[in-house]
């Protein structure tokens, strides 16, 4: 996608960073111990993690591998992020890099463990970031990807691709458990596992992260007050007098490794 779409990318995640710092869902999660206990990190391990955000999965990792790389699309958000892990203290480990998941700027095989969590779906091209994962690497190099998985049912997946970017300009598409695993095969790797998480957000915390205004968050709420009730039901939105007070969406995991040969 053009230049000035990841400059949106950048000026959006920029201006919310403090709020993906702060927030809980980020910060611990079944799906974050999930990766860990997938991936069995070892001393001897150089980890890659891709759109790091607030660099809670690198924080998370960093006590268990030799080094972590925590590389990010916006500078704003790598600082934050260096910040945060800082104040945390005796993380001597992490280093930061400016990096597009499309076009990593790192050498082949560079890496034994590949970390993305709950990024994908602001990619433009999901396969080629694969493909980048693939190539940074080593041979029986493990990866682990979290994202937000897309509903089969298209009535859902339409309720659900319209209010991330009601939400969310910025946001592309999220994909099915049989699409991504796909695109996971087609980009050479092994797929290993995959499974489901719940996630439930606080509405008003998670329509305001991303800087949507007083309108924008009103809007939002009343779409999904209005949701059908197949909608209401898959994402178990809960209401108190005409206001949304959270729902519950799911995340896929997906563990998976680069052959050992070709």
Known sequence: MTRDFKNKVREQFGRAADGYIRDKGFSKGDDLEAMVRLLKPSPDDNMLDVACGGGHT??????????VVASDLTMVMLKKAQEFISEEGGVDNVTFREADAEDLPFPAGAFTLLTCRIAPHHFPD??????????VLRRGGRMAIVDT????????ADFYQTVEKMRDPTHIRAYT?????????EAGFILHETAIYPKTHDFPTWAKRSGLNR???????????????????YFQIETFAGEVESYTDRKILIYASRPSKK
């Open 58 to 67: 690198a924080l998370r990792f960093s006590p268990l591998v030799r080094s």
């Open 149 to 156: 998985v897309l509903p089969d049912e298209p009535e859902i």
């Open 215 to 233: 309108s924008g968050v009103s809007e939002l709420n009343k779409f999904f007050v209005e949701a059908p009730e197949i909608v209401q039901e």
């Open 177 to 185: 458990v049989s699409e991504w695993e796909k695109m996971v095969q």
């Open 126 to 135: 999901v396969p080629r970031a694969l493909s980048e994962f693939h190539r």
